[in-house]
């Protein structure tokens, strides 16, 4: 299979309007590529049947990849429909798919801030969704790529046992530099696009908060249910069975809980050799409980995106709050 890695570039941003305009102007502009426009014309079936979408790519991975490549393309009329599609292609990906998709988001970040930033501000009512997406998918990818690169760069700079003490020991270290790294780069940007990466980092990183403490419950989902008991206003954090990244799998609540309140997500990634595809996580929820009473809470192991199909697993959490 056809592989591509854009390496971390240096910075460089573009802080102009990045306000999508009418798809009938991106599909005659003649600088738009003829496999974007088909891409865009087969949505509504790509939708319809995700299955469809696998089958393209697998057989058009070079064409599909050189779509995704162009939102590097410096080209600010046609970059803002190149990010909306693969705005569109990230929800329906699998596998390989949505590895490559990925490492173009956490690069296309890194390295265009600024541009990233203003894109979804200027289109927040279509994009707002998709933060969060984003987000996500950079929790995939920054520990398969940045993290390595942060790793080398330690060890060059205070020496291997420092970077062990600093990345190997503390799982969130390198999603809070990268957070660092873009938010120093976006010094100057007005409030509202500072606001926006702030929540946006709000996503990929977790507050700075203890949210273990001495009387915090602790569970492994390890069976299908379980039950604990937690004093009102006592936090508890479930540990979910590892599973694959970049499968687009997640654990998810069925429903929002009535005596508990969701405060922490955490993906934790096992360590691993740099490139390394598939890396096993970990998914550790925090919650911290409101009210006295019994409550069956749910969790499906599932695509968020596929209403329609049974969850791989199902688990159960027993939850008595005194």
């Given at each position: 299979?056809?592989?591509?890695?854009?390496?971390?570039?240096?910075?460089?941003?573009?802080?102009?309007?990045?306000?999508?305009?009418?798809?009938?102007?991106?599909?005659?502009?003649?600088?738009?590529?003829?496999?974007?426009?088909?891409?865009?014309?087969?949505?509504?079936?790509?939708?319809?049947?995700?299955?469809?979408?696998?089958?393209?790519?697998?057989?058009?991975?070079?064409?599909?990849?050189?779509?995704?490549?162009?939102?590097?393309?410096?080209?600010?009329?046609?970059?803002?429909?190149?990010?909306?599609?693969?705005?569109?292609?990230?929800?329906?990906?699998?596998?390989?798919?949505?590895?490559?998709?990925?490492q173009r988001e956490m690069n296309?970040?890194?390295k265009n801030a600024s541009f990233f930033f203003h894109f979804m501000h200027d289109n927040l009512t279509e994009q707002k969704k998709y933060l969060t997406q984003w987000a996500n998918n950079l929790a995939i990818w920054i520990p398969q790529s940045y993290c390595p690169k942060k790793r080398n760069d330690l060890v060059n700079e205070k020496g291997e046992e420092e970077a062990q003490n600093l990345i190997d020991k503390d799982t969130g270290y390198c999603n809070r530099a990268f957070?660092?790294?873009?938010?120093?780069?976006?010094?100057?940007?007005?409030e509202a696009i500072l606001k926006l990466a702030d929540q946006f980092f709000s996503d990929l990183v977790p507050s700075e908060k203890k949210f273990v403490t001495p009387d915090t419950v602790v569970v492994d989902l390890d069976r299908d249910q379980a039950n604990i008991i937690v004093k009102k206003g006592a936090n508890f954090q479930l540990r979910f069975p590892e599973k694959a990244g970049g499968t687009g799998y997640t654990w998810n609540l069925v429903q929002t809980p009535v005596l508990c309140k969701l405060i922490n997500k955490e993906m934790i990634t096992r360590q691993h050799p740099a490139g390394m595809t598939g890396v096993p996580q970990t998914t550790v929820l925090t919650f911290t409980t409101e009210k006295k009473g019994f409550e069956d809470i749910r969790f499906n192991f599932s695509r968020i995106w596929e209403k329609d199909v049974p969850p791989v697993e199902t688990k159960i959490l027993h939850l008595k709050v005194e």
């Open positions: 299979m056809f592989k591509c890695f854009i390496g971390l570039l240096e910075i460089s941003f573009n802080s102009t309007a990045q306000k999508l305009k009418s798809f009938s102007f991106y599909l005659g502009h003649p600088k738009i590529s003829t496999a974007a426009k088909r891409f865009y014309k087969n949505l509504p079936g790509y939708q319809k049947d995700h299955s469809r979408l696998y089958a393209y790519y697998d057989k058009n991975e070079i064409t599909m990849v050189s779509v995704m490549d162009s939102i590097f393309s410096g080209n600010n009329d046609t970059r803002p429909f190149y990010l909306y599609l693969i705005n569109r292609m990230s929800p329906m990906s699998d596998g390989e798919m949505t590895e490559v998709i990925c296309f970040v890194y957070r660092d790294d873009i938010m120093h780069s976006l010094a100057g940007e007005n």
